[in-house]
């Protein structure tokens, strides 16, 4: 795999050899089976939005691997002072053996990844979370034992999660179905791909989304870049609560996913982010071991 651009790219089958690694990583930590399979390489990472998770994830992510990161914010880098993506493509590509990216359009990682010469990640851009999406495909096998046939519901916006959320449940066969409001619908390009599919439903109703779901999965309103809408967000997702009165209408056994940070009372009820804490935090941790498969898998040639 040369680079993790988004989950579009990728085929059912490669997602699932990532997460299939992914586990053996996992169970290789666990145990404390050393794996330096990317002994003396180079990450480097650019954050141009805030992190906790992907920052830290991915820095003892390559550490583990027997590699080392190098980070770079907008504000302390000549990128926040507007040198081209095409300069800053060519010159880290000598210095690093990959780069994972965190920004805000989606082109600037796509421009990373044609200017460079080395593997880049997407660390989460305004049209795509990959990385994140891989962490909770992996979670859901860990606690259903499969994907294949399962009901994926995302309540909320139309937004880099969900647009992941809808490529990566659909190419690993199972039905996705999403709720949000006209005018907080995702981006053709994903509702073009999702059309392709019988088992993809899009609703402006929650609880028929939910119905009969065996993942409900949920995220912020007001995503990072977005914050003078939050006012107007607040008021059209008034509604799109993940509570106990729409997992009411998903399966009995339903788990519940959310990427974090949360706001409880908003996106989710704290009852129901408490009840689901053990697969949320799960999922959390499953960010360091799906993102050692994609370091491996990009940075590692496989
Ligand atoms: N879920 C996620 O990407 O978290 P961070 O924004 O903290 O990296
Ligand atoms: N949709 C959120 C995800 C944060 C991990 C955002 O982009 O801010």
Known sequence: MKHLLKLLDL?????MEILNLADQLKYETKHGIEHHRLKGKCLGMIFEKSSTRTRVSF????????GYAVVLSSDGSQIGRGEPVQD??????????????????????????????????????????????????????EF??????????????????MNSLIAGGLKVGMAVS??????????KEIL???????????TDD??????????????????????????????????????????AVAKPDAMVQHCLPAHRGEEISAEVFEAHAQYIFE???????AQKAVLVKTMGGE
């Not at 999403?178 to 981006?187: F, T």
Request: with cysteine; proline share 4%.
């Open 59 to 66: 820095e003892v992510g390559i550490n583990q691997l027997g």
């Open 144 to 161: 259903k034992g499969a994907l294949e046939g399962l009901k994926l519901c995302f309540i909320g916006d139309g937004n880099n999660m």
């Open 178 to 187: 999403v709720a949000c409001p006209e005018g907080y619908r995702p981006p």
């Open 283 to 289: 999922e959390a941790e499953n960010r360091l071991h």
């Open 206 to 247: 929650p609880l028929l989304a939910a119905r009969d779901a065996d993942v409900v999965v949920t995220d912020v309103w007001t995503s990072m870049g977005q914050e003078e809408e939050r006012q107007k967000r607040e008021a059209a997702f008034k509604g799109y609560c993940v509570d106990e009165r729409l997992m």
């Open 88 to 141: 800053t493509a060519r010159v880290l590509s000598r210095y690093v053996d990959g780069i994972m990216i965190r920004t805000f359009g989606q082109d600037e990682v796509e421009a990373l990844a044609e200017h460079g010469s080395v593997p880049v990640i997407n660390g989460l851009t305004d049209f795509c979370h990959p990385c994140q999406v891989l962490a909770d495909l992996m979670t859901v096998r």
């Open 192 to 202: 073009d791909f999702a059309d392709g599919y019988g088992c993809f439903e899009l």
């Open 11 to 15: 085929s059912g089958q490669e997602i």
